[in-house]
């Protein structure tokens, strides 16, 4: 069973634009990451957002967290072609740093 | 080189042959882990290693088999490959409790 559902599935902007991803889970968590993966790639940690905490910024990365909707979203500003890659929001539940990933979004950024 | 590593990278095998995938890290991480990934899914973890001879079962553990006898070492054995167990397989470390995880490459592997 996946504890995140990602939203949308796929997304398709222009550069320079603005893409927002959003993420639902269904347990109380200890904290929620964000995963970038290139296509055939591996997984790379992007940013990640404590329990305790509200928002947070990476440079042109800004995730926020609200636990009372059990819901985190991603947003990347003023993206570029080398943005294209699926994200994915991975939720560690506690003990033992095991995450449960969500489906991800595929985000494609048009030159 | 530093870092984590997967081998072989590509793999096509029999069905009911066993196969091992190997991971390797250098930083010492006390934790590891083998996620699968399948087309349309997001990872899904298979088995998980708080330390050194300290394994456990993620969500789907069944048709695999781990070991850990060294910190930097984490071979995932698929003891009788099934078609279902194509897939993409990534193993990851991580330090500390409540950090992020390092991925490696990935093996893509192929059950015929």
């Known amino acids: 069973s996946q504890q995140g559902e990602e939203d949308p599935q796929a997304l398709s902007i222009q550069e320079g634009e603005n893409a927002t991803m959003n993420c639902s889970y269904k347990?109380?968590?200890?904290?929620l990451q964000w995963y970038r993966q290139n296509s055939g790639r591996g997984l790379v940690h992007l940013i990640l957002i404590r329990s305790n905490e509200r928002e947070k910024h990476s440079g042109r990365l800004r995730v926020t967290l609200d636990t009372s909707k059990k819901s985190s979203s991603l947003l990347i500003t003023a993206s570029r072609a080398a943005d294209t890659a699926s994200y994915f929001c991975a939720t560690d539940a506690g003990g033992y740093n095991k995450l449960i990933f969500g489906a991800g979004t595929r985000l494609a950024v048009h030159p | 080189d530093a870092g984590i590593t997967q081998s072989p990278r590509y793999k096509i095998t029999e069905t009911g042959r066993q196969v091992t995938l190997m991971c390797h890290q250098t930083w010492s991480h006390s934790y590891m882990f083998w996620y699968r990934q399948d087309l349309g899914h997001g990872l899904r973890l298979i088995y998980y290693s708080a330390a050194a001879d300290i394994t456990d079962k993620g969500e789907v553990p069944d048709g695999y088999v781990v070991s850990r006898s060294k910190t930097e070492n984490f071979p995932l054995t698929l003891e009788s490959a099934t078609r279902s167990q194509t897939s993409v397989y990534f193993c990851?470390?991580?330090?500390?409790?409540?950090?992020?995880?390092?991925f490696g490459p990935g093996t893509r592997l192929t059950v015929t």
């Open positions: 347990t109380s968590i200890n904290n």
């Open positions: 990851a470390s991580s330090g500390t409790v409540g950090f992020e995880q390092y």
